[in-house]
């Protein structure tokens, strides 16, 4: 057992006996376990520790219950920051019951009873409910401390509880969910109240008191129509509004009490967020998705922290502004590239006294006042994004357009593609719209000669594309030849030919040349196997004879009575080097240590090699 809690150090030296020092080989998924990880700086006599408990049953496949605890150990005391758990009963049965082989996702739905030689199905039932195992209620809890005060406790008997104490009418509450809705929830709570007090050589007591509070409000209002949902087609309506605010303040004061006065420093640390989301989706089916998301105010601020610092004198308090010289100041924001796009622009700022250079300042965040913060600002008047999603179809046409927009926006974002496809003609129509380019496509497909040919109109430029698609077999394999030609004006034509050799679900070979864009034909090369014993893939692109780019990867595999090789493979070139290799083997004895033997090339400049058990 190895810990740097100080706390831990006498059962340390227990569990070092030689007797329990023993290690003991329990399986991790059925033995339950404790887990630790710690330090301490003996130095500043700071340390701390987080650990963690997984409970298992041997009534389950699945762990009973777990639970995780962070202690902080500072001037000889520890204190516990947060521990959270929880514990579930009989939730193998609701996942069997979905996964399981009668389930909801099971391989089959008509599972049929195997009886087994020699015994009928009556003497197993009988059997079964004699010693069969009982199945268990489906109940768990949760729970969460902060500074050893539980702030929160739900179990399934909570939840149970409310929904048999009313009388719930499922029509009800869909008729009431299309009805506008208001919520609104705030709360506040002190999640830290603690001291510490340590007394000194002049007779006083030197008081260290921590005091933490939150306020979290919640302003949420809408409607959900599901009332047609079970129609044809499917009818969903959802307007929502939601606003969410927190803010955090601690309070740290470091004091010398002489009883009749006392005097100190106060630290008040705050973080404040606060933002808004509201909008609307439509879902018609699968003819029409609409959603809508409209935009934030023109100043949100998303997140603000600062510290400040007082004198304390008695009952009077001054704040101090501390170390002034040398304050750094440090924005960045998204850009106007950002902003054009979405009409929106994010920054961040943060100011803090650097007090580095000067030899008597206090450490960090002592040296004086801080502020940080995330803002989104509006840079646009639109008032939502929009996007939109239509689908029509007929015995013989398909027509389909996706769209997004911001309305009311002074830059045009409009961003539209539509399909058009006549099935009876083997026409196809395509147009596509965006701020920057507009194009059209224009096609017509022959399926008996596996044959396309359309033109595409970019801005005022034509261009137009002919491809094709000749099949044969050989023996057990296919072999394809594509061939495609792209007409660009004022440039040579694009051509790009090849050939595919498949054999299913064992080999593919391929080869492809692209002429047109280069002086020299550009060729691509594909190869790849798939066997019980190997299986790999090789691909090359060459753009002259002198300059290939390769890649490979290989597995081999040997399985034997005693033992289970890999060999794995990896190399990348480029014409100048070997970007990365990889080789070496690794062997897997059956009841016994494994053996790894890998080594690693190009990426440093002399090999890695890795050797173990």
């Not at 330090?39 to 049953?57: P, Q, V």
């Not at 404040?272 to 105010?297: C, M, R, Y």
């Not at 691509?524 to 004879?545: A, C, E, P, Q, W």
């Amino acid at each position: 057992m190895e810990t740097s809690s100080p706390l831990k150090q006498s059962i340390k030296s227990i569990l070092s006996n030689d007797i329990l020092k023993k290690e003991f080989n329990l399986e991790k998924m059925k033995y339950s376990r404790n887990y630790e990880a710690s330090f301490f700086l003996e130095k500043l006599n700071t340390g701390a520790a987080i650990d963690s408990n997984l409970i298992w049953s041997s009534k389950s496949f699945l762990p009973r219950s777990a639970m995780t605890n962070l202690t902080v150990d500072l001037f000889g005391h520890s204190v516990n920051l947060f521990e959270f758990g929880g514990r579930v009963e009989g939730l193998e049965y609701f996942l069997e019951s979905y996964f399981g082989p009668e389930g909801y996702f099971g391989k089959s739905k008509d599972v049929v009873k195997q009886s087994v030689k020699g015994i009928s199905n009556k003497a197993m039932d009988k059997l079964n409910e004699e010693f069969g195992s009982t199945m268990e209620e489906f109940k768990g809890s949760m729970y969460l401390r902060i500074f050893g005060n539980e702030l929160q406790y739900i179990n399934t008997d909570d939840i149970k509880s409310l929904i048999e104490g009313q009388n719930f009418n499922i029509l009800d509450f869909i008729i009431n969910l299309a009805k506008e809705q208001d919520y609104s929830f705030t709360q506040s709570f002190m999640f830290l109240d603690t001291s510490l007090i340590i007394p000194t050589m002049a007779g006083f007591p030197l008081n260290i008191s921590l005091d933490g509070s939150a306020t979290i409000d919640l302003q949420a209002s809408g409607k959900m129509d599901l009332r047609q949902i079970q129609s044809n087609p499917m009818t969903v309506s959802i307007d929502g509004k939601i606003r969410p605010s927190a803010a955090l303040e601690v309070t740290s004061l470091m004091s010398v009490d002489a009883f009749v006065t006392k005097a100190g420093m106060k630290m008040v640390s705050s973080v404040n967020s606060a933002s808004a989301v509201e909008g609307h989706l439509e879902i018609k089916g699968g003819q029409l998705f609409s959603a809508e998301w409209k935009t934030p105010d023109a100043k949100t601020e998303i997140f603000e922290a600062k510290t400040s610092f007082f004198t304390v004198h008695r009952d009077e308090t001054r704040e101090q502004k501390m170390i002034t010289q040398n304050r750094q100041t440090k924005k960045l924001c998204t850009g106007d590239d950002l902003s054009h796009v979405t009409g929106l622009e994010l920054c961040g700022e943060i100011s803090y006294p650097n007090a580095s250079l000067k030899a008597d300042s206090p450490y960090f965040p002592l040296t004086g006042p801080l502020t940080a913060g995330v803002t989104l600002y509006k840079r646009d008047s639109h008032t939502s994004y929009k996007m939109e999603y239509k689908f029509g179809k007929t015995k013989s046409v398909v027509i389909a357009n996706v769209g997004f927009n911001t309305p009311g926006s002074k830059v045009d974002r409009e961003m539209r593609l539509g399909l058009n496809l006549n099935m009876k003609k083997h026409d196809i129509e395509m147009m596509m719209l965006s701020p920057w380019k507009k194009a059209t496509f224009n096609g017509a497909v022959d399926t008996k000669q596996r044959q396309l040919n359309g033109k595409l109109l970019i801005d005022q430029s034509e261009y137009s594309v002919n491809a094709a698609l000749a099949s044969k077999k050989k023996s057990s394999k296919m072999i394809y030849t594509p061939s495609v030609e792209i007409v660009i004006p004022k440039k040579d034509n694009i051509k790009l030919d090849g050939t595919i050799e498949y054999l299913a679900g064992t080999t593919l070979d391929s080869a492809f040349a692209i002429r047109g864009v280069s002086k020299e034909p550009i060729n691509m090369r594909l190869n790849m196997l798939n066997k019980k014993v190997i299986k790999s893939i090789k691909g090359s692109f060459t753009m002259d004879k002198k300059e290939e780019y390769s890649f490979e990867t290989r597995m081999q595999t040997l399985v034997t009575k005693k033992s289970l090789r890999y060999s794995p493979f990896i190399s990348v070139k480029t014409p100048a080097k070997l970007l990365m290799g990889l080789g070496g083997s690794v062997e897997i004895k059956y009841k016994k240590a494994a053996k790894v033997d890998l080594t690693v090339t190009g990426l440093t400049r002399s090999p890695m090699k890795y050797f173990g058990k």
